[in-house]
């Protein structure tokens, strides 16, 4: 238990109503999107400024308190359901200002809980362009997006989060800060720290301001829908685009299982019967190069065997294209209660393989999977639809994940490429990895978080 | 008292179902208007979920706490129109408030025969018996309710709020009861102006009768008019519900006529959505005569713009209006194309589109009389929005969202005119 001083001292430093302690509060904490069971944790915190930030860590390891900082709770892996004996939770919501945007040097520097989507826009306001976008940007955070390294639609151009991470300042376990990176292209001072940081799920260190690069933003897009009878000849398309010197920001692939859940949802006239379809987008800084590139990415459709492709004539055209893709989630979350959303990673070559391999799981299982995904980078995100009341269906939903991700590592790929491992993952990271790994990463841990209180357990387990 | 949790889980379970297609994804945070305010994942949509899933599996003691929280809610329905797993979280919200705010309503005494009726399978059978059984005793009787049952009028005028002042003469006395043929125009409606219209707005229900009277369309309006019965049910009080929507499914089958027509985007949603939603205690027969009155409900503007086909010349010299899109007419019942159509043909007006119309204004009913703060910041961030588009009148469709808007600007000293799309339509005439 939390002995009364304390609770008080915590008050104290954050005020009464930045304290919570209620039973109800406490189980609005106690989970995250992940299909995993929930823990309570005994303490809510939300520090509003970045000396209370560095408190309340110092805190809470002088009391040997696990913590574990929360965004918006969106992750995907169990990365905010809090420890199980004494778990606090640090909320990062009342860190969420906009410290700068250097439209001179093209950085920004922010704190910690600034919602992907709201920073985005007023980048974009000021004429420059923050591109990862996650499709939780709407909610996630920043401090999150940099703990999950996320990635998003575009990632095949534009890259995922650590490509824009310059520098992180945080509070290590004591309460101590801990400068890294800075506002410069070029920056060699010290190790590394910024990118370790990255991905790290709060089990390094707890985030206080990031500096993010920004880049000029593309002025003109082109979006193309094209079907086709074989994922084969999708996958052919996939290479032959990017063979031809030309990388789409967008290239999103749905088979014919979300297809068919799209279709049920919006009646909008979605080809049943098509193996599969790509969304390609591409952009650029001049709309006659794009036009150029789109005319191209038609040509290349048509050639590696794909029976129809549309390309939009203007906004209101593109929306109606991406439509399909917009719906994929919702359509397939609808489908049944319970959504299990994973996101194996193959090299972009195997997808096909992956594809007939996630067919074939569910069959073996009887499982309703759909598959829809980032085909450039061969991020897929293979959906398991089910009940998790129903523990038989449920304990075969277990053993399909399982296979999917044997099948992902036999091809070359990645247990998660943006997801994260948190808990929900951390039993098969050997299996990528190896034994040494797994003991290095501890070893780095136990260094720079004696106590073991940064979100123990996340990641590399222990 | 930890016997009664078990029952009071045992009722929750009817929610399972529903409950369960809510994923955590979380996404409901970004619409919240609560949720903006607080920043606490207890008042959002997912933790509201997670608190009623946690009680209805009896992991959670508090009772009070979550009750707490599940009124810490504008029922503005934005959490279920974005929500990607299609979650019914308003249906969910009305039945747990009905569930909690009974139960936690109750005496000791009466939770014992409160359990013992569980036996029976409905949930909302249930409660009935129960209701009717102590009628009179935990429920307000129904003739306080009817006629003059909006608590939000009825409250007294507290604090710095600046309350729009009860009308001189409500619209029931101004305008007679009647019940006209139709001339030209054809149809028949039905008019039910609502609460809010009756006692702080007559002027909207004029609008509208004068509008109707133009076109030459047939009127029922009665005398006797109850309450949509929301405030009641938001309560959790689903015996007046019950009695309100009894009182006025007599009334208007009265007469025929080919729709039910309101000014108050809450009433529509209420008598269109909520009444059949809620209707599952009921006979077969008595559910489907709610069913047949329901689906004749519709929005005013929709009226004029769907099925008559108005069609004024496009202007746009004239005054600046916005509009603000209620929750309930654009959420629940996806009407926002029609009131803005209407407006953007007056011949007086120049229409502009203020930043997030279709954000809460923060007014949900009750929730303004038990969260004033969180409701004045929500509505202040409207306000705002207001006065950026530049316009100097602010239309909308509901009465409810018009005292809030008023309130808001009136305090902040804006000369900023709140008006009915109606009001702006009959003026033309
Ligand atoms: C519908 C949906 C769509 C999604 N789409 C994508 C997608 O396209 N791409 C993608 O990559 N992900 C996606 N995700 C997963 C998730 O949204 C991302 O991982 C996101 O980055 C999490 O942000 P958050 O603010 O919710 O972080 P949280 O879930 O709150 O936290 C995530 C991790 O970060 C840590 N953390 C948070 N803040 C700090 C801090 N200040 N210091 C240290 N550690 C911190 C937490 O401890 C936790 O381990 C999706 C999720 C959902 C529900
Ligand atoms: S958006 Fe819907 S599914 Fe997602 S957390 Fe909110 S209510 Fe649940
Ligand atoms: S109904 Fe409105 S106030 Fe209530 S949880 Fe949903 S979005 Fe929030």
Same mark, same amino acid.
């Given at each position: 238990m939390i002995s009364t001083s304390l609770l008080t001292e915590f008050k104290n430093l954050l005020g009464k109503e930045n304290v919570m302690d209620s039973e109800s509060d406490r189980h609005a904490y106690s989970y995250d999107a992940a299909v995993l069971d929930a823990v309570i944790p005994e303490l809510v915190l939300r520090p509003t400024n970045s000396e209370q930030l560095g408190k309340t860590v110092a805190l809470c390891n002088e009391n040997k308190l696990p913590m574990t900082v929360r965004g918006a709770g969106t992750n995907l892996s169990g990365g905010t359901i809090p420890t199980k004996e004494h778990g606090v939770v640090i909320l990062t919501n009342g860190l969420n200002k906009i410290l700068e945007i250097n439209e001179q040097d093209l950085y920004a520097v922010v704190q910690p809980g600034v919602v992907t989507a709201k920073f985005a826009a007023e980048v974009a306001r000021r004429g420059l362009f923050y591109p990862p976008d996650p499709g939780s940007q709407a909610v996630s955070t920043l401090g999150g997006n940099v703990s999950e390294n996320a990635g998003g639609l575009r990632g095949l151009k534009y890259g995922v989060t650590k490509d824009y991470v310059m520098g992180v300042n945080f509070w290590n376990a004591e309460g101590e800060y801990v400068k890294s990176g800075g506002k410069t292209v070029k920056c060699v001072t010290g190790l590394n720290i910024s990118q370790l940081m990255v991905g790290s799920e709060g089990t390094l260190g707890v985030f206080d301001e990031i500096i993010f690069k920004l880049v000029p933003p593309p002025v003109a897009s082109k979006a193309m829908l094209a079907e086709f009878d074989d994922i084969n000849k999708a996958s052919e398309t996939v290479a032959a685009i990017i063979a031809n010197k030309i990388v789409p920001c967008t290239l999103e692939l749905l088979d014919n299982a979300t297809i068919n859940y799209v279709e049920d949802f919006t009646k909008a006239g979605l080809p049943c019967d098509a193996a599969a379809i790509l969304l390609i987008e591409v952009d650029g800084g001049h709309i006659a190069l794009v036009e150029d590139d789109a005319e191209k990415v038609v040509e290349i459709c048509k050639k590696n065997g794909a029976r129809r492709v549309q390309m939009a004539k203007d906004a209101a055209e593109k929306n109606k294209l991406w439509e399909a893709r917009r719906n994929a989630l919702p359509a397939l979350a609808r489908a049944r209660p319970t959504t299990v959303l994973e996101d194996a990673t193959v090299p972009r070559s195997q997808i096909p393989a992956m594809i007939k391999a996630i067919n074939d799981i569910a069959a073996k299982y009887k499982l309703q999977i759909g598959t829809f995904g980032h085909a450039g980078d061969g991020n897929l995100h293979p959906t398991i639809l089910t009940d998790k009341r129903d523990k038989e269906e449920f304990h075969r939903v277990e053993q399909a994940v399982d296979e999917i991700f044997d099948v992902a590592l036999s091809l070359g790929g990645t247990l998660s490429g943006e997801h994260g491992i948190g808990t929900a993952k951390s039993k098969w990271l050997e299996k990528e990895t190896t034994k040494a790994t797994i003991i290095y990463s501890r070893r780095l841990k136990k260094a720079v978080d004696p106590n073991y209180l940064l979100n123990p357990g996340k990641i590399i387990g222990g | 008292m930890h016997e009664d949790l078990h029952q009071l889980a045992k009722m929750l379970h009817e929610l399972d179902d529903q409950m369960v297609a809510c994923m955590k994804c979380g996404l409901c945070q970004s619409v919240c208007p609560v949720f903006a305010e607080t920043m606490r994942e207890g008042d959002v949509a997912r933790g509201k979920i997670a608190l009623l899933e946690n009680l209805s599996h009896e992991m959670i003691k508090d009772a009070e706490g979550v009750q707490e929280k599940l009124n810490m809610c504008l029922l503005c329905g934005s959490c279920a129109a974005n929500c990607p797993s299609g979650v019914k979280v308003l249906d969910i919200f009305l039945k747990a408030r009905v569930i909690v705010n009974t139960y936690m309503g109750l005496p000791p005494a009466k939770k014992a025969i409160f359990q013992g009726l569980l036996t029976k399978p409905a949930l909302f059978n249930t409660i009935l018996d129960v209701a009717s059984k102590f009628q009179g005793i935990f429920t307000k009787p129904a003739s306080e309710v009817i006629g003059s049952s909006c608590s939000r009028i009825n409250a007294p005028i507290i604090g710095d709020r600046h309350f729009m002042p009860l009308a001189k003469k409500p619209l029931r006395k101004l305008e007679s009861a009647r019940n006209t043929r139709p001339g030209k125009g054809g149809y028949r409606v039905a008019f039910f102006p609502g609460c809010v219209v009756d006692k702080v707005y007559p002027k909207v229900g004029q609008a509208v009768l004068k509008a109707l009277t133009h076109h030459e369309i047939g009127v029922y309006m009665p005398a006797g008019q109850a309450c949509c019965g929301i405030p009641a049910l938001a309560s959790g009080d689903k015996e007046s519900f019950?009695?309100?929507?009894?009182?006025?499914?007599?009334?208007?089958?009265?007469?025929?006529?080919?729709?039910? #027509?309101? *000014? !108050?985007?809450?009433?529509?949603?209420?008598?269109?959505?909520?009444?059949?939603?809620?209707?599952?205690?009921?006979?077969?027969?008595?559910?489907?005569?709610?069913? &047949?009155? &329901?689906?004749?409900?519709?929005?005013?503007? %929709?009226?004029?713009?769907?099925?008559?086909? +108005?069609?004024? *010349? +496009?202007?746009?010299?004239?005054?600046?209006?916005?509009?603000?899109?209620?929750?309930?007419?654009?959420?629940?019942?996806?009407?926002?194309?029609?009131? =803005?159509?209407?407006?953007?043909?007056? *011949? =007086?007006? %120049?229409?502009?589109?203020?930043?997030?119309?279709?954000? !809460? !204004?923060?007014?949900?009913? &009750?929730?303004? #009389? %038990?969260?004033?703060?969180? &409701?004045?910041?929500?509505?202040?961030?409207? =306000?705002?929005?207001?006065?950026?588009?530049?316009?100097?009148?602010?239309?909308?469709?509901? *009465?409810a969202c018009m005292m809030q808007m008023s309130d808001m600007l009136s305090q902040n000293k804006d000369q900023v005119a709140v008006k009915h799309v109606m009001e702006l339509y009959a003026e033309t005439l």
């Amino acid at each position: 238990m939390i002995s009364t001083s304390l609770l008080t001292e915590f008050k104290n430093l954050l005020g009464k109503e930045n304290v919570m302690d209620s039973e109800s509060d406490r189980h609005a904490y106690s989970y995250d999107a992940a299909v995993l069971d929930a823990v309570i944790p005994e303490l809510v915190l939300r520090p509003t400024n970045s000396e209370q930030l560095g408190k309340t860590v110092a805190l809470c390891n002088e009391n040997k308190l696990p913590m574990t900082v929360r965004g918006a709770g969106t992750n995907l892996s169990g990365g905010t359901i809090p420890t199980k004996e004494h778990g606090v939770v640090i909320l990062t919501n009342g860190l969420n200002k906009i410290l700068e945007i250097n439209e001179q040097d093209l950085y920004a520097v922010v704190q910690p809980g600034v919602v992907t989507a709201k920073f985005a826009a007023e980048v974009a306001r000021r004429g420059l362009f923050y591109p990862p976008d996650p499709g939780s940007q709407a909610v996630s955070t920043l401090g999150g997006n940099v703990s999950e390294n996320a990635g998003g639609l575009r990632g095949l151009k534009y890259g995922v989060t650590k490509d824009y991470v310059m520098g992180v300042n945080f509070w290590n376990a004591e309460g101590e800060y801990v400068k890294s990176g800075g506002k410069t292209v070029k920056c060699v001072t010290g190790l590394n720290i910024s990118q370790l940081m990255v991905g790290s799920e709060g089990t390094l260190g707890v985030f206080d301001e990031i500096i993010f690069k920004l880049v000029p933003p593309p002025v003109a897009s082109k979006a193309m829908l094209a079907e086709f009878d074989d994922i084969n000849k999708a996958s052919e398309t996939v290479a032959a685009i990017i063979a031809n010197k030309i990388v789409p920001c967008t290239l999103e692939l749905l088979d014919n299982a979300t297809i068919n859940y799209v279709e049920d949802f919006t009646k909008a006239g979605l080809p049943c019967d098509a193996a599969a379809i790509l969304l390609i987008e591409v952009d650029g800084g001049h709309i006659a190069l794009v036009e150029d590139d789109a005319e191209k990415v038609v040509e290349i459709c048509k050639k590696n065997g794909a029976r129809r492709v549309q390309m939009a004539k203007d906004a209101a055209e593109k929306n109606k294209l991406w439509e399909a893709r917009r719906n994929a989630l919702p359509a397939l979350a609808r489908a049944r209660p319970t959504t299990v959303l994973e996101d194996a990673t193959v090299p972009r070559s195997q997808i096909p393989a992956m594809i007939k391999a996630i067919n074939d799981i569910a069959a073996k299982y009887k499982l309703q999977i759909g598959t829809f995904g980032h085909a450039g980078d061969g991020n897929l995100h293979p959906t398991i639809l089910t009940d998790k009341r129903d523990k038989e269906e449920f304990h075969r939903v277990e053993q399909a994940v399982d296979e999917i991700f044997d099948v992902a590592l036999s091809l070359g790929g990645t247990l998660s490429g943006e997801h994260g491992i948190g808990t929900a993952k951390s039993k098969w990271l050997e299996k990528e990895t190896t034994k040494a790994t797994i003991i290095y990463s501890r070893r780095l841990k136990k260094a720079v978080d004696p106590n073991y209180l940064l979100n123990p357990g996340k990641i590399i387990g222990g | 008292m930890h016997e009664d949790l078990h029952q009071l889980a045992k009722m929750l379970h009817e929610l399972d179902d529903q409950m369960v297609a809510c994923m955590k994804c979380g996404l409901c945070q970004s619409v919240c208007p609560v949720f903006a305010e607080t920043m606490r994942e207890g008042d959002v949509a997912r933790g509201k979920i997670a608190l009623l899933e946690n009680l209805s599996h009896e992991m959670i003691k508090d009772a009070e706490g979550v009750q707490e929280k599940l009124n810490m809610c504008l029922l503005c329905g934005s959490c279920a129109a974005n929500c990607p797993s299609g979650v019914k979280v308003l249906d969910i919200f009305l039945k747990a408030r009905v569930i909690v705010n009974t139960y936690m309503g109750l005496p000791p005494a009466k939770k014992a025969i409160f359990q013992g009726l569980l036996t029976k399978p409905a949930l909302f059978n249930t409660i009935l018996d129960v209701a009717s059984k102590f009628q009179g005793i935990f429920t307000k009787p129904a003739s306080e309710v009817i006629g003059s049952s909006c608590s939000r009028i009825n409250a007294p005028i507290i604090g710095d709020r600046h309350f729009m002042p009860l009308a001189k003469k409500p619209l029931r006395k101004l305008e007679s009861a009647r019940n006209t043929r139709p001339g030209k125009g054809g149809y028949r409606v039905a008019f039910f102006p609502g609460c809010v219209v009756d006692k702080v707005y007559p002027k909207v229900g004029q609008a509208v009768l004068k509008a109707l009277t133009h076109h030459e369309i047939g009127v029922y309006m009665p005398a006797g008019q109850a309450c949509c019965g929301i405030p009641a049910l938001a309560s959790g009080d689903k015996e007046s519900f019950d009695k309100l929507v009894q009182h006025n499914l007599e009334l208007f089958e009265k007469e025929n006529f080919d729709y039910l #027509l309101t *000014p !108050c985007a809450t009433c529509t949603a209420t008598m269109h959505e909520i009444w059949p939603l809620m209707s599952g205690n009921q006979t077969q027969s008595m559910q489907e005569r709610i069913a &047949s009155l &329901s689906a004749k409900v519709m929005d005013i503007t %929709q009226f004029m713009v769907d099925v008559l086909k +108005v069609a004024l *010349p +496009v202007s746009g010299s004239g005054i600046k209006v916005t509009y603000h899109d209620p929750c309930h007419l654009k959420k629940s019942m996806k009407v926002f194309e029609q009131p =803005r159509a209407l407006l953007k043909s007056n *011949p =007086r007006v %120049q229409f502009v589109e203020m930043a997030e119309a279709d954000r !809460c !204004c923060g007014c949900g009913g &009750s929730f303004n #009389l %038990q969260h004033y703060n969180v &409701s004045k910041e929500i509505g202040q961030h409207k =306000r705002d929005n207001i006065v950026a588009s530049g316009a100097q009148v602010v239309a909308t469709a509901c *009465p409810a969202c018009m005292m809030q808007m008023s309130d808001m600007l009136s305090q902040n000293k804006d000369q900023v005119a709140v008006k009915h799309v109606m009001e702006l339509y009959a003026e033309t005439l």
